[in-house]
């Protein structure tokens, strides 16, 4: 993500208006050409949430015309809004699938039905369920408190639903990793060999294969103390209902100091049953 400092649009907009556009818009959109426009919303982020036109001509290699005539369609479909001249956000139709989202996810769904009960078995814990989009991990549903009480104080989980979790690092994201099909995992491999080696997965194909083979094997990943000290994390994965891929992950965040005086085997064959719960309802 650039740091420079956006340089002022000169064009001059009402507010509210959608930008003007120098060239007419082709009525169709080629297949390429539609992909380049959807990169534009991959821009927007939580440390970047308003984007000026000219930081996304430079950022994209566009020319003037085709940053406003993509930023127009997307202002058109409703997927951006116009913040102040020149300046651009998410716009509504972002909320309004959010919502059909929440209505028509069977993965959420599942999960608003099976996480209660799971959450309140050990009170002061959290349990996530997570999934895979493109070479993120999200959040999908939490259940369990804002804060888990360890060490002595009180430590906020900043896990809400759509916050990107590394895929690298993490018991929620590893065991997804790890049940990838072998070629997905290889061209991640060849892609972010760096990103691997640094979360300690290792510095070769062999090594990463090997480690990634015994998450498999042993059907979960446990980790104490990896982004806190004073926290533990147990992960299942959780399979598509014919068990042919995986559709996301199963995760309790407890107390490291609880972790030991839990039955390891029965938190994880409690976690494993609800994974599959979760399994047999999605459609």
């Avoid at 080629?30 to 821009?43: I, K």
């Avoid at 806190?228 to 407890?254: F, K, Y």
Wanted: hydrophobic fraction near 45%; charged fraction near 20%; proline fraction near 7%.
């Amino acid at each position: 993500m650039s740091s420079q400092t956006p340089s002022q649009i000169r064009t001059e907009m009402l507010p509210g208006a959608t930008p003007e556009v120098p060239v007419e818009a082709p009525a169709v959109a080629a297949p390429g050409s539609l992909v380049r426009m959807l990169e534009v919303l991959d821009q927007f982020t939580p440390d970047q949430p308003v984007i000026r036109v000219d930081d996304l001509q430079a950022r994209l290699g566009y020319t003037k015309s085709t940053a406003y005539r993509y930023v127009k369609a997307l202002c058109d479909a409703g997927l951006l809004a116009q913040a102040s001249q020149g300046r651009y956000s998410l716009g509504p139709r972002i909320v309004e699938l959010e919502r059909l989202m929440r209505i028509a996810d069977p993965l959420l769904q599942a999960g608003e039905a099976v996480l209660p009960e799971l959450a309140a078995e050990m009170p002061n814990s959290m349990v996530l369920l997570c999934s895979l989009y493109r070479d993120k991990v999200l959040c999908v549903h939490r259940e369990g408190p804002e804060a888990i009480e360890a060490g002595g104080r009180r430590i906020s989980i900043l896990r809400a639903r759509g916050l990107p979790l590394p895929l690298f690092q993490g018991a929620a994201s590893l065991v997804i990793l790890a049940s990838l099909p072998t070629p997905r995992i290889r061209a991640l491999f060849v892609q972010r060999q760096a990103e691997m080696a640094a979360a300690g997965l290792g510095a070769d194909w062999a090594a990463v294969r090997q480690r990634l083979a015994g998450i498999r094997r042993d059907g979960q990943v446990t980790t104490v103390g990896r982004f806190n000290r004073h926290l533990a994390a147990v992960s299942v994965p959780v399979r598509s209902r014919d068990g042919a891929q995986v559709a996301g992950s199963l995760t309790r965040i407890m107390p490291a100091e609880a972790y030991p005086g839990e039955d390891p085997a029965l938190l994880l064959q409690r976690l494993q049953a609800c994974a599959a719960q979760v399994s047999a309802r999605l459609a």
